[in-house]
C-alpha cells in the first residue's frame, strides 16, 4: 500500500515508519529551509524514508528517523567512543563500531602541535567528535568541539565500558534527563560519557556504583519512564542489603573473636600430638 506524502509536518512526528514512507510533502512548505537527518531522502518535493524507525522533530527544522541497531553510522557531529587500534606518523586508528576504522589526526588536539603529540597505546578508550563522515571514505574524528576546545573529549581512563544499541544511547543523550539516568543520578555519584555509537562508560569510586549503574541502562532500553524508576529502586534496595550484610561479617564481638583464637590454637596443638603419636607407633612397629 502507498504512503501518501503527508501535508502537516509534525503528523507523522513520534510515529513508526517504515523504508519507503513519504515523510513529508515539501511542495507545502515553501520559503522554509529543511534540515535533514539520519534516514532520510529527498525525492524531489517529497522526503522518503530510508530506514524502520521513529520519525522525529526538533526545533527549529531538523527531521529524522531514530532506530534501534547494534552497527553504527557515522555521521558529521555525533560524539562517540572510540578505542584506539593503532598509531601512524600522522592519525591513529580508532575504532568507533562503524563499517571503517576512522582517523583521528595527531594535531586534532586542543593546541596541538608536533611538540606535544598525546601518546595513545592501543585499547585506549577515547571520547572524540565525528569531523567528516563520508560514504566510501574513513571517518575522520576530533578531540575538540566546534569552537576548538577540549571540552569533554579525551582520553577516558579507568572505569567499565560496555556496548549498547544505538537507539539506547540516543535515549541517554535526550533532553530532558531520561528517567533512569535522573533516578540514579540522584541518589549515586558517578561520571558518564554516552558515545551515539553504541557505547557507554561510567566510573565512581566505588565498584558496586559501577555495576549498579551499568545493569540499570542495559536494562532500561524497552522501559517505561515509571518501569525505569522503579528498577532503580530495587537496585539500589539490592545493593543497600549487600553492603549491610558485608558490614556484618566483620560485626564480631571481642571476647567471640578471642575465643575464636583460642579454639583454632587448641585445635592446632591437638593436632600435633596426633601426629606425634601416629610418628611414635610407626617407630614401634
Known amino acids: 500500500m502507498e504512503t501518501k506524502p503527508s501535508g502537516s509536518p509534525t503528523s507523522l512526528v513520534d510515529q513508526f515508519v517504515?523504508?519507503?514512507?513519504?515523510?513529508?510533502?515539501?511542495?507545502?512548505?515553501?520559503?522554509?529551509?529543511?534540515?535533514?537527518g539520519r534516514s532520510?531522502?529527498?525525492?524531489?518535493?517529497?522526503?522518503?524514508?530510508?530506514?524502520a524507525g521513529t520519525f522525529k522533530f526538533s526545533k527549529p527544522n531538523k527531521y529524522w528517523v531514530e532506530s534501534s541497531q547494534k552497527r553504527y553510522e557515522p555521521h558529521a557531529g555525533d560524539s562517540v567512543l572510540g578505542i584506539v587500534v593503532d598509531?601512524?606518523?600522522?592519525?591513529?586508528?580508532?575504532?568507533?563500531?562503524?563499517?571503517?576504522?576512522?582517523?583521528?589526526?595527531?594535531?586534532?588536539?586542543e593546541g596541538g602541535t608536533r611538540r606535544n603529540i598525546p601518546k595513545f597505546e592501543a585499547g585506549t578508550l577515547i571520547y572524540v567528535r565525528v569531523v567528516k563522515a563520508n560514504p566510501g571514505m574513513n571517518p575522520e574524528l576530533s578531540c575538540t568541539d566546534a569552537s576548538g576546545k577540549a571540552a569533554e573529549f579525551g582520553q577516558l581512563k579507568d572505569g567499565?565500558?560496555?556496548?549498547?544499541?544505538?537507539?539506547?544511547?540516543?535515549?541517554?543523550?535526550?533532553?530532558?534527563?531520561?528517567p533512569v539516568l535522573d533516578a540514579l543520578g540522584k541518589k549515586l555519584s558517578f561520571e558518564i560519557a554516552v558515545g551515539l555509537n553504541g557505547r557507554v562508560w561510567v566510573n565512581a569510586t566505588s565498584p558496586s556504583t559501577v555495576i549498579v549503574v551499568a545493569n540499570g541502562i542495559m536494562n532500561s532500553e524497552f522501559k517505561s519512564g515509571v518501569q525505569q524508576r522503579g528498577m532503580v529502586e530495587k537496585l539500589l534496595q539490592n545493593l543497600k542489603l549487600s553492603s549491610q550484610s558485608f558490614s556484618y561479617t566483620y560485626m564480631i564481638p571481642t571476647s567471640t573473636f578471642i575465643g575464636c583464637l583460642l579454639l583454632i590454637h587448641f585445635l592446632q596443638l591437638?593436632?600435633?600430638?596426633?601426629?606425634?603419636?601416629?610418628?611414635?607407633l610407626q617407630l614401634d612397629n
Open 40 to 51: 532520510l531522502r529527498q525525492d524531489g518535493d517529497v522526503l522518503s524514508v530510508m530506514k
Open 270 to 280: 591437638t593436632n600435633m600430638k596426633q601426629n606425634s603419636l601416629m610418628f611414635s
Open 160 to 178: 567499565y565500558m560496555f556496548e549498547s544499541s544505538t537507539g539506547l544511547s540516543r535515549m541517554l543523550l535526550s533532553s530532558p534527563t531520561c
Open 18 to 36: 517504515m523504508p519507503g514512507d513519504e515523510a513529508l510533502d515539501l511542495s507545502t512548505m515553501s520559503n522554509q529551509t529543511i534540515k535533514l
Open 87 to 109: 598509531s601512524k606518523a600522522d592519525n591513529f586508528l580508532v575504532d568507533i563500531k562503524g563499517p571503517a576504522l576512522a582517523f583521528l589526526p595527531v594535531l586534532a588536539f
